[in-house]
Structure formats: C-alpha cells, structure tokens
C-alpha cells in the first residue's frame, strides 16, 4: 500500500502541472487535492508520533516532499512576479522594443517549514 506521503506528493505534482497548465481552472482543481496532502501528512505525523511508523522510512519521503513543495513555491513566485510586471505601472516593453528592467518588489510572502 503506497504510503500518505506518496499520495501526498501525487497531489502537490499535480498542482505542479496546474501552476505549468495555461487554464486558471486546472489550478482550482488542484486546490482540493491540497487539503488532502495536508489531512494525508496530518495522519502521517500522527502515526510517526505514536511509533505505529518507523521514522527512518518516513524520512526519504518527506525529503522528496519537501522539494516537491519548493518547486510549486518557486513556480507561484515567479507566477506572481509575471502577473506583477504585467499590471505594473511600467511597462513591459520600452520603445525600442527591448523588455524593460523590472522594478520594486514582489508583494507577499510565500512560506513552507519542513
């Protein structure tokens, strides 16, 4: 039997390809399967607490996870900084034709612990 956080990461590369996807709705799919990672992992630290679970095998999987979780963060960054330099005050182009810098700063935080 594949373990939780197998299926955990299953559903985060499945927001990975929603974030890569051109459709905003592939995205809203992916929201749901979110909130099952979270209750799969929730169940997972629950049973490594109780020792029903070596932590030794959880280990690997959560190391995997961990960079599973990196990589969407990174793709919803730079998602954000695209949209940002998009509706901006400056523009995307200059007058040459060349793109032009982009300025300030991205709002927000985006933030994992693991």
Do not use: W
């Amino acid at each position: 039997m594949p373990s939780r956080i197998k299926r955990a990461r299953a559903l985060i590369d499945a927001l990975r390809v929603a974030l890569l996807s051109p459709y905003p709705e592939d995205i809203g799919e992916a929201l749901a399967g979110i909130e099952e990672a979270a209750r799969c992992l929730e169940t997972e630290g629950q049973e490594l607490r109780e020792g029903t679970r070596p932590p030794c095998e959880a280990r690997r999987e959560l190391k995997l996870l961990k960079n599973d979780l990196r990589i969407c963060a990174r793709l919803v960054e730079h998602g954000l900084a695209f949209c940002n330099g998009m509706l901006g005050a400056s523009p995307v182009y200059t007058s040459a034709g060349q793109a032009a810098p982009v300025t300030g700063t991205v709002g927000g935080t985006l933030s994992l612990r693991g």
